[in-house]
């Protein structure tokens, strides 16, 4: 039976991708579960795997070309099977360009056609379906290079980063406006030389990527959209460090090492069971109670960051977070991003402990009801027992959408995170 390949949905708010590159040609053979092909989405690339063995009998969506969520891009079918319905796929045309308006004349002066320099006109080597690379992809957009004209020396002809970068396009002509007789002024007596600063340059603005137009618009939305407040706590981290330590020395044989940030994911989890607000969203009809917990993580990429998800997080285990979350990790970094591993979150957390920071806010990602934002775990002096001690010290900012919580549910929630931690064996019992 023919199998439809359908344009992913990879987040709530997604409507439309694009097309990045088929893996697979038309006749081809294909296995369950191997790439087919790889999808843009506004933030990341991502590569769809084929549900079914077969061959893949037509591509209805080329590269370079943008499909709504849900629409069919290619079928997979058995060599002689029929497959009904199937539209001629039609390769993405370049838009055509006006023709310049001809000079006018206006009666008061006669223009004169000069000849125009010589231009060195760009080849175009890519005909068709262009294979290129994302991160190739995404440097061209960053520098406004149409990849028709640029050689790729990747396997297949694919365009790489290299190829990109080693790319000269050619000289622009300079626009030639004709030369117009007028008569000659009147001689003019010498001008008094001033002396004055020289003119500053102005700053040339960097187009912005997909990525970063994305990001821009969510959070500038976020912002004015969600009513946000923030609780701050510190949280001694001593003994989850040192459980830690443990957990890593009996999975090094496995090659798993848990995070600090696998823990905080697991006690997030733990706690949205406890506070069913914070696992809500707010819709235009009213807040939707979550009946799962999904926990997604910021993470940065080249160009900017997305978020990774991870599933039903309440019942896993501090292991199977782990594990997952570094698969998540190593897929988004290397746009290789499946169907499912982004959006869908209940929650999400943004740690930037790696850097250093003693503490930071995050904007909320809608819908969900908060973030918690979480900084460096470090040595500093507090106060036990009347006596100044050093303990190792992470504060967490948690922002609260108030349309969906309040500052005293979202002081108990963050708290409950905070006695998670402090009692780190709650977290693998």
């Known amino acids: 039976m023919a199998t439809q390949i359908t344009m992913p949905q990879m987040g709530f708010d997604m409507t439309e991708g694009t097309i990045a590159a088929w893996l697979k040609k038309e006749g ?19 590569q769809i795997e084929s549900f079914s063995s077969g061959v893949l009998r037509k591509i209805l969506a080329q590269a370079g070309q943008k499909v ?78 149409d990849l028709r004209y640029v050689k790729g020396t990747g396997p297949d002809g694919r365009i790489t980063k290299a190829d990109v970068e080693a790319f000269v396009p050619p000289p622009k002509s300079e626009p030639v406006s004709p030369v117009v007789k007028t008569p000659e002024p009147a001689p003019q007596p010498a001008p008094v030389t001033q002396v004055s600063a020289p003119p500053v340059a102005a700053g040339v603005a960097q187009p912005l990527t997909r990525m970063r137009q994305t990001i821009a ?13 923030y609780i701050t706590v510190a949280v001694e981290m001593d003994a989850a460090l040192a459980l830690r330590a443990q957990i890593n020395e009996s999975l090094k044989p496995e090659g798993i090492k848990v995070s600090v940030n696998d823990m905080v994911i697991r006690a997030v989890a733990l706690a949205l069971r406890r506070f069913p607000n914070m696992n809500a969203a707010f819709t ?68 930037l402990g790696m850097y250093n920071v003693e503490n930071f806010i995050a904007i909320v990602n809608q819908p969900d009801a908060g973030i918690l934002a979480v900084a460096t775990a470090m040595p500093t002096p507090v106060v036990r027992d009347g006596e100044i001690v050093i303990r190792t010290m992470m504060n967490m900012t948690l922002s609260g959408d108030h349309r969906l919580t309040d500052g005293a549910e979202g002081a108990q929630f963050i708290n409950e995170i905070k006695r998670l931690l402090e009692n780190p064996w709650s977290l693998v019992l």
């Open 284 to 351: 235009p009809e009213g807040i939707e109670r979550r009946d799962d917990v999904h926990v997604a993580s910021a993470v940065t990429v080249e160009g900017g960051l997305v978020t990774v998800t991870v599933r039903d997080t309440d019942k896993k285990t501090l292991k199977q977070i782990s594990q997952e979350m570094a698969a998540l990790v190593e897929r988004a970094r290397s746009n290789k991003m499946q169907p499912g591993d982004t959006g869908g979150q209940t929650f999400t957390i943004s740690n």
């Open 28 to 46: 081809d053979p294909v296995a369950k579960g191997e790439p087919i092909a790889e999808i843009e989405t506004d933030k990341t690339t991502i």
């Open 68 to 145: 709504p969520v849900g629409q069919v891009i290619g079928i997979i079918a058995a060599p002689d099977e029929p497959i009904e319905g199937a539209q001629p796929s039609v390769p993405p045309q370049p838009e055509s360009q006006p023709a310049p308006d001809a000079p006018k004349s206006n009666g008061a002066a006669q223009a004169e056609p000069r000849t125009p320099p010589a231009v060195v006109a760009p080849q175009v080597v890519n005909e068709g379906r262009i294979i290129a690379t994302p991160v190739a992809r995404r440097l061209a957009e960053e520098r406004g290079i």
């Open 217 to 229: 618009a969510r959070m500038v939305a976020s912002k004015q959209q969600v009513p946000h407040f």
